[in-house]
């Protein structure tokens, strides 16, 4: 299947299930078959890399330099400032560090990792900085609730948010009661972390055995219940390349409206608005 993608609200497009890095690059004894899962999920046309300068301290994004070298230009490549480091001048400073730490010259998408001490409009201006300067194509947020949002897009420069990375899958659907359609509705894409709950998920009888019925693995039953959201983006995590293989087979999974039903049986919709949940 052709990698379905994505449109930011500048006009592209981006791939809809990437490759996730959070806790990838910690344990040196297993770097060459990380940066071979890596390698293979780009072969796949998952081109959309997240990283992050807490993974490890920088460890992930050391790790994803040695991945994509040579290959830069076909990644859409996204990481975060932490809070702490998300001030005017901190901002560009801790840039500067990742883009060092990946072998770069720029990042696609730069996120705001969670809220912190520093004012949004703080983070935004020196965001929309780092864009004059051709550090950064795009920013966004990642773990903002819907009230975050609407105060974000209240501030100078805040109409340019390009993405807002979340916690959803199957067991956290919180988001669908306000912040989902809320960002569909203004177009910006909602990025999904650990859309299969870190595995969690794969521990599930009844999901492994609906997936079982539609010849499917729960991983990719899991993965094309992300997928099949307007506006979504999954990053799962996966340090294998047979896992990442698997993982893209969720492009193939046909959702019908009884598969959806059954979902939600064994993963009920909110029923009424709930904070936003974290990892």
């Given at each position: 299947m052709p990698m379905k993608t994505v449109r930011l609200p500048g006009g592209e497009?981006?791939?809809?299930?990437?490759?996730?890095?959070?806790?990838?690059?910690?344990?040196?004894?297993?770097?060459?078959?990380?940066?071979?899962?890596?390698?293979?999920?780009?072969?796949?046309?998952?081109?959309l890399i997240d990283t992050a300068e807490m993974y490890g301290e920088g460890a992930s994004e050391r790790l994803v330099g040695e991945a994509i070298a040579g290959r830069r230009d076909?990644?859409?490549?996204?990481?975060?400032?932490?809070?702490?480091?998300?001030?005017?001048e901190g901002t560009v400073a801790a840039c500067e560090r990742s883009l060092k730490r990946l072998g770069t010259d720029r990042l696609d998408l730069y996120l705001l990792h969670w809220r912190g001490k520093y004012p949004l409009a703080e983070t935004v201006a020196a965001f929309e900085g780092l864009k004059s300067a051709g550090k950064i194509r795009h920013w966004g947020v990642s773990n903002l609730d819907a009230d975050d949002m609407e105060e974000l897009l209240a501030v100078p420069g805040g109409e340019a948010v390009a993405a807002n990375q979340v916690l959803y899958n199957l067991s956290r659907r919180g988001i669908e009661w306000d912040l989902l359609p809320a960002m569909q509705r203004r177009g910006v894409p909602v990025m999904a972390y650990s859309p299969v709950e870190q595995a969690r998920l794969l521990n599930n009888r009844q999901l492994l055995a609906l997936a079982a019925d539609h010849g499917v693995s729960g991983a990719q039953l899991a993965l094309a219940f992300v997928l099949d959201r307007d506006g979504v983006i999954a990053i799962p995590k996966s340090g294998r390349a047979a896992h990442v293989e698997d993982n893209a087979g969720a492009l193939d999974v046909?959702?019908?409206?009884?598969?959806r039903g059954a979902l939600d049986g064994l993963f009920p919709p909110p029923r009424r608005a709930t904070s936003l949940e974290m990892i």
């Open positions: 497009d981006v791939p809809t299930l990437g490759l996730g890095t959070w806790m990838m690059g910690d344990d040196p004894g297993r770097r060459a078959e990380e940066i071979a899962a890596l390698r293979r999920g780009l072969d796949l046309g998952m081109t076909e990644i859409f490549l996204v990481s975060k400032v932490y809070p702490h480091n998300a001030s005017r046909v959702m019908t409206d009884e598969l």
